[in-house]
C-alpha cells in the first residue's frame, strides 16, 4: 500500500527542519557577535565608532572571498556524505570550538588574541556558510522555496531569541562583565544543531525526493537537472542577467540597511536609550519573537501574490519602523512597537531575496549562485559599518536610523528592473502523485516515448 500523498503546496516539514539546523546554530553566533562585539571593541579596547565599523566589516572582508570559494567548492564535492554535508559538520564543529575564545581575549585584553581567533574563526564559518544556506534550494522544490526560507529564517530566530534572553540575564550592568557564558551557550547551540543534523539528514535521499516533487508538481526534467554548461547558457540571457543584477542591488542596498542597525544596535540602546548591561537584549527579544511569528504569514503571502511585491511590503515595513524610532528621542515603551515593525520588514525580506536568486539558478550552482548573494551581501556590510559608524561619530548616534532608511529606499529601487526570479504562484501549480509521476519518470527512462504529463 502506498503511504499517503503529502500536500506538495508546502515542503516537508521534517525534511526543512533538519537542513534548518546548522544554519540556525550560524545565525546564532552570529546574533552573539553583533550584540557583544561592538561592546568589547567599546569597552575594553577602547576603539571610536568609526574604527570599530572598520573592525566589525572584517569579518565581511574575509567573506567577500571565501564565502564564493567554498560555495564553489561544495559545488564540485562528490563525496559519499553529499556535497554540502562534509563542510557542515566540520566547519560548525570547529566554530563551536573556536567561539569561546574570544571571550577569554576580552578578559585578558589582548588585542592581538582577539584577532587571531576572530579570523581563525572566520575561516571556518565561511568554510560552512554558503554550503549551509545552498543546501536548501538542493532539497526543496522551486514553488514552495519562500516557505522553506522563512521556516530556515524562523529556526535561525528561534535560536537568536535563545541568544538574547542569555545576554539579557547573564550580562551584568558592571564596568567589565564576562561574556564567557553567552558564548559557551552559542557553541552549545552549534554542537546540539550540528549532531542533530549529521545523525537524522542524508543529503542524497533529500536531493532524490525534491526531483519527485518537483516532477510531480508538473515542473519539467530539463528545468531540474544541470546541463553540461554548468547553467552558463541561463546567464546569457539578457533579461536573466538584468534581474539578476537589479536582485543583487537589492540585496546590496537591503544588507546596507539592515546591517547598520543590527551591527550597532547596542551601542545606540546604550546610548540614546539609557540600556546598559545586557539589557538592550529585551528590545531585539521582543522584536525577534514578533518577526518569528511573521515568518510563515509573509512566506504565504509571497506565494500568493509573489516575491516581488511582498519584498516592496518589507521595505515599506524597514522604513516605517525606522522612521518611527528617528522621532523617538529617548526611552519610550513604544520603541518595543517601532522596533517590531522594522524587524518584520527586514525578516520579510530575508525571505524572500535570497529565493528570488535561486530562481534564475540551477540546480548544480546553486553554490555559485549563493556565492554571488554573498558577496553582494558582504560588500553592503564591508561599507555599512564604517559609514553607520561616521554618521554617529560625527552626526550623532539618532542618526543611525535614517541612515538605514535612505539605504532602504535604494533597496526598493532596483526591483522595477526585475522580470525573472518571481516564484512560481501555488493557483498555478498542477500536481500530481510524486509516486505516479516516479514510476513515469523510470518508464520514460526505459521507453522514451512514454511523456510525462504536465
Keep these: 500500500m502506498n503511504k499517503k500523498q503529502r500536500n506538495l503546496k508546502s515542503p516537508d516539514w521534517k525534511r526543512t527542519l533538519l537542513v534548518t539546523l546548522p544554519f540556525a546554530g550560524a545565525l546564532a553566533f552570529w546574533q552573539a557577535y553583533d550584540g557583544i562585539i561592538p561592546l568589547i571593541l567599546r569597552d575594553t579596547f577602547h576603539l571610536g565608532d568609526t574604527l570599530a565599523g572598520g573592525v566589525m566589516a572584517l569579518d565581511n572582508v574575509c567573506a567577500l572571498f571565501l564565502l564564493p570559494l567554498f560555495g564553489s567548492l561544495s559545488d564540485r564535492c562528490h563525496s559519499r556524505l553529499g556535497r554540502r554535508t562534509p563542510f557542515i559538520i566540520i566547519g560548525s564543529l570547529l566554530a563551536a570550538l573556536l567561539i569561546p575564545f574570544l571571550a577569554a581575549a576580552d578578559r585578558l585584553a589582548s588585542l592581538p588574541l582577539f584577532f587571531a581567533v576572530l579570523c581563525l574563526l572566520l575561516i571556518v564559518l565561511s568554510a560552512y556558510r554558503s554550503p549551509c544556506v545552498a543546501l536548501m534550494p538542493d532539497v526543496t522544490p522551486r514553488p514552495v522555496r519562500a516557505k522553506a526560507d522563512a521556516f530556515n529564517s ?24 564576562s561574556y564567557l557564558p553567552v558564548f559557551l551557550i552559542v ?63 537589492c540585496v546590496f542596498f537591503y544588507f546596507m540597511a539592515s546591517n547598520a542597525v543590527t551591527s550597532a544596535f ?19 527579544l521582543v522584536a525577534t519573537m514578533v518577526t518569528l511569528v511573521s515568518y510563515m504569514p509573509m512566506a504565504n503571502l509571497s506565494c500568493r501574490i509573489g516575491r516581488k511585491v511582498t519584498t516592496y511590503i518589507g521595505i515599506g515595513l524597514m522604513c516605517l519602523g525606522g522612521f518611527c524610532v528617528f522621532l523617538t528621542q529617548g526611552y519610550s515603551p513604544m520603541i518595543y512597537v517601532w522596533v517590531s515593525i522594522a524587524g518584520i520588514g527586514m525578516g520579510t525580506v530575508a525571505t524572500t531575496i535570497y529565493p528570488m536568486i535561486m530562481e534564475v539558478a540551477s540546480e548544480k550552482t546553486t553554490g555559485r549562485y549563493t556565492g554571488y548573494y554573498y558577496t553582494a551581501s558582504m560588500s553592503a556590510q564591508i561599507i555599512t559599518p564604517v559609514l553607520s559608524g561616521v554618521v554617529m561619530e560625527f552626526i550623532g548616534y539618532r542618526y543611525l536610523y535614517l541612515y538605514s532608511i535612505t539605504c532602504a529606499i535604494f533597496a526598493a529601487l532596483p526591483l522595477i528592473f526585475v522580470k525573472k526570479g518571481n516564484t512560481v504562484l501555488l493557483k498555478d501549480l498542477e500536481i500530481g502523485d510524486p509516486e505516479e509521476v516516479r514510476e513515469l519518470e523510470h518508464n520514460r527512462l526505459e521507453f522514451p516515448q512514454i511523456a510525462i504529463p504536465k
Design 154 to 177: 524562523l529556526m535561525a530566530a528561534a535560536a537568536g531569541i535563545i541568544v538574547l534572553v542569555s545576554i539579557s540575564l547573564a550580562v551584568p550592568d558592571v564596568e567589565h562583565p
Design 187 to 249: 557553541s552549545g547551540i552549534i554542537v546540539f544543531c550540528t549532531v542533530l543534523f549529521a545523525v537524522f539528514f542524508r543529503e542524497r535521499k533529500a536531493v532524490e525526493r525534491m526531483h519527485e516533487e518537483s516532477l510531480a508538481m508538473g515542473i519539467p526534467e530539463e528545468e531540474i537537472e544541470l546541463s553540461e554548461e554548468g547553467g552558463q547558457e541561463k546567464e546569457s540571457d539578457k533579461t536573466v542577467r538584468r534581474s539578476l543584477l537589479a536582485i543583487l542591488l
Design 266 to 284: 547596542s551601542k545606540y540602546a546604550s546610548q540614546v536609550w539609557g540600556a546598559g548591561g545586557g539589557s538592550f537584549a529585551n528590545f531585539q
